[in-house]
């Protein structure tokens, strides 16, 4: 039987992973098994903190805006939850994200939003009870 040499497809595999585990210390950027393996939870943690990020970002968005309306100026409430409940009950569309750029760069403009809500909630609230 003649000597098969092996082909160069399982080489260029193992390049292939060892080009993505360039970066990884020691034996996981040189042997092959420890470098897949390695390559294998890179990849599964790359995944799970892709959703943990979005996570992680929407806890801070929510805890930059609690600590605005905390402050002294916005006195009609000293609650995260009742400004968000009052801006969709006023259906004035503004995300998470949104408001915790404004509460953190332009706060006059933070402060003249929940004065709005405070007014008109003033307003609904005479008009029910007359």
Same mark, same amino acid.
């Given at each position: 039987? +003649? ?22 210390? %020691?034996? $996981?950027?040189?042997?092959?098994? +420890?470098? +897949? ?9 790359? $995944? ?5 990020? &979005? ?22 409430? $000293? ?7 009052? /801006? ?7 995300? %998470? ?6 509460? /953190?760069?332009? &706060? ?6 929940? &004065? ?11 008009? &029910?009870?007359?």
């Amino acid at each position: 039987m +003649t000597r098969v040499r092996r082909g160069y497809t399982a080489r260029r595999r193992r390049t292939k992973i060892r080009l993505f585990a360039s970066t990884f210390i %020691r034996a $996981h950027s040189r042997l092959t098994r +420890t470098t +897949t393996q390695q390559r294998m939870r890179a990849l599964v943690s790359s $995944h799970r903190d892709r959703n943990r990020k &979005k996570r992680d970002f929407r806890r801070l968005w929510i805890t930059r805006i609690n600590a605005v309306t905390r402050e002294d100026r916005v006195s009609y409430t $000293h609650n995260y939850s009742r400004l968000i409940y009052n /801006l969709y009950k006023r259906q004035l569309l503004l995300n %998470r994200k949104i408001l915790a750029q404004i509460a /953190l760069s332009n &706060k006059n403009f933070f402060y003249m939003i929940s &004065k709005k809500i405070i007014n008109k909630s003033s307003i609904n609230k005479g008009i &029910k009870e007359s």
